[in-house]
Antibody
Framework: QVHLVESGGGVVQPGRSLRLSCAAS????????MHWVRQAPGKGLEWVAV????????YYADSVKGRFTISRDNSKRTLYLQLNSLRAEDTAVYYC??????????WGQGTVVTVSS | QSALTQPASVSGSPGQSITISCTGT?????????VSWYQKHPGKAPKLLIY???IRPSGVSNRFSGSKSGNTASLTISGLQAEDEADYYC??????????FGTGTVVTVL
């Protein structure tokens, strides 16, 4: 079966770090661009970051640039999002998703990040 | 990276058709045919409805259709059903090689 499973969310204090993981199964991770998308409580979807299929390029939303890093471990079939210098406004459900023809065709169930003192 | 503009809410009676607009700029919606639409129910992951402006993935009802004119894309839901009550989001590729979502639209079936 083809799916994505996120993990690593939790409660963290402002200024601290967290690493989210997204385990892929049923497909070859390196064949696809992979993205992170988040949804803050009561808010809409916000695109966060992308890693190209070959891992050669990464792009970020202005709101996270310089603080978040997207990466991938091909041997573990896992996508990561390193979240540094966390702020209250980073509180959200974080989803990883697969890109096909410039759309997100496969999504994980999400992992919750809460930034609070 | 301003969000694409969608109406906050749209409603319709069962069987009716509704249209949700998604307005961007010449740097995103107006420049590329990489507009997609998603349906999101509370507590669930988003579901892809339309990609490349007007293409429906396999398994998506043909009651959903997409189009684009200039800087504005649209999603039409025909034959509105109770199960269509959800939040809807558009998304576009941008000239910065990033992606941007719309502000989201709550669809209510009266």
């Amino acid at each position: 079966q083809v799916h994505l499973v996120e993990s690593g969310g939790g409660v963290v204090q402002p200024g601290r770090s967290l690493r989210l993981s997204c385990a892929a199964s049923g497909f070859i991770l390196t064949n696809y661009g992979m993205h992170w998308v988040r949804q803050a409580p009561g808010k809409g979807l916000e695109w966060v970051a992308v890693m190209s299929y070959d891992g050669g390029t990464q792009y970020y939303a202005d709101s996270v640039k310089g603080r978040f890093t997207i990466s991938r471990d091909n041997s573990k079939r896992t996508l990561y999002l390193q979240l540094n210098s966390l702020r209250a406004e980073d509180t959200a459900v974080y989803y990883c998703c697969r890109e096909v023809q410039d759309a997100f065709d496969l999504w994980g169930q999400g992992t919750v990040v809460t930034v609070s003192s | 990276q301003s969000a694409l503009t969608q109406p906050a809410s749209v409603s319709g009676s069962p069987g009716q058709s509704i249209t949700i607009s998604c307005t961007g700029t010449s740097s995103d919606v107006g420049r590329y045919n990489y507009v997609s639409w998603y349906q999101k129910h509370p507590g669930k992951a988003p579901k892809l409805l339309i990609y490349e402006v007007s293409i429906r993935p396999s398994g998506v009802s043909n009651r959903f259709s997409g189009s684009k004119s200039g800087n504005t894309a649209s999603l039409t839901i025909s034959g509105l059903q109770a199960e269509d009550e959800a939040d809807y989001y558009c998304n576009s590729y941008t000239s910065s090689s990033t992606r941007v979502f719309g502000t989201g639209t709550v669809v209510t079936v009266l």
